[in-house]
């Protein structure tokens, strides 16, 4: 783009901004108005690979293709992660570049929706953030969705919680517990924040993992975060596929709590804990898990039993 960068005010930075630097948009894009656009960046906080899980499960139960790249080799510090390359014999044979995405999915009705993934930028998070809004205002985007997980104090015997935030009150759909809280950033918060500034729909779920589920791969909590996206969004998603692989994750777990009186001990203490709290809860302001100053149960407590299956878990 020829000339000088526009310049914009954010909050109280000002920032150079080019965002059509920094993708390329495919010619045959057809009209997305009113479509939502999915985003979720490896890098952060994703406890039992909750939203990576799903990002893969969507790209595999619905037909898909990509439709706008993003220029990654000024966004990532290749040295704090090194992309794989294959080595042969006695040649480089492959080199596995890392790549951020937007595809274009269409649920079970053929509703068109968005879906933005790869690593999570190293740099410029407000220029990718205004790239992402000139998206948005390229293709008429309605509503634009973060999700992860996060490790909780609550037992997997229980239905999880998904909570939500968004950029208007009208968006959110499960309430969070907590009250004011800081934590430390990530590109799909600031993208939230940003697009709520400049007027658009924006709203983020999180899910509640088990926090000795948490470094494995839990379906059950990918499968909690698309009956909400589902809910918040009116997608019709295929389910199938996560519906069978939680079936099997939660028989394994099953069956190594039952193999273990401690592990088990240690289970009934949250049930007791997650349900006490939920059974004295009046309203949705009050806190299901911790009374003030309660502490959470630590994982070291799991038995090595648990905590060797779970080492074992192996992301499908």
Do not use: C
Request: glycine share 6%; charged share 25%; proline share 5%.
């Amino acid at each position: 783009m020829a000339g000088k960068s526009k310049r914009e005010d954010i909050g109280r930075h000002e920032v150079a901004l080019d965002p059509e630097e920094l993708f390329e948009v495919d010619s045959d894009v057809p009209d997305l108005t009113g479509a939502v656009l999915l985003h979720h960046f490896a890098g952060f906080m994703d406890a039992g690979a909750a939203g990576g899980a799903l990002v893969e499960h969507l790209l595999e139960a619905h037909e898909s293709r990509v439709i706008a790249r993003f220029d990654v080799d000024d966004l990532i510090d290749y040295r704090a992660r090194r992309p794989a390359m294959t080595f042969v014999t006695d040649r480089w044979e492959d080199y596995a570049a890392p790549e951020l995405l937007v595809h274009l999915l269409h649920d079970a009705v053929g509703t068109p929706f968005l879906l933005l993934t790869g690593p999570e930028p190293d740099r410029r998070w407000e220029a990718v953030a205004a790239a992402v809004r000139a998206l948005i205002d390229r293709w008429g985007v309605r509503l634009a969705v973060g999700f992860h997980g996060i490790p909780m104090g609550v037992p997997h015997t229980r239905k999880l919680s998904v909570i939500s935030h968004a950029t208007r009150p009208e968006l959110v759909t499960g309430t969070s517990p907590f009250n004011r809280v800081q934590v430390p950033g990530h590109l799909s918060a600031l993208l939230e924040l940003r697009l709520g500034q400049w007027g658009h729909d924006a709203m983020g779920l999180v899910a509640y993992v088990p926090h000795y589920l948490a470094q494995s791969s839990y379906p059950t909590a990918s499968l909690s975060l698309l009956e909400a996206l589902t809910k918040s969004t009116g997608l019709v998603l295929q389910a199938a596929a996560l519906n069978e692989a939680a079936r099997r994750t939660d028989a394994d777990i099953a069956r190594q709590v039952a193999e273990s009186q401690e592990v088990a001990q240690v289970v009934e203490a949250l049930e007791r804990q997650y349900d006490a709290f939920a059974e004295a809860a009046e309203d949705s302001t009050n806190n299901l898990l911790l009374e003030e100053g309660e502490p959470l149960p630590s994982a070291d407590e799991l038995a090595a039993e648990l905590e060797r299956f779970l080492a074992e878990q192996q992301r499908d």
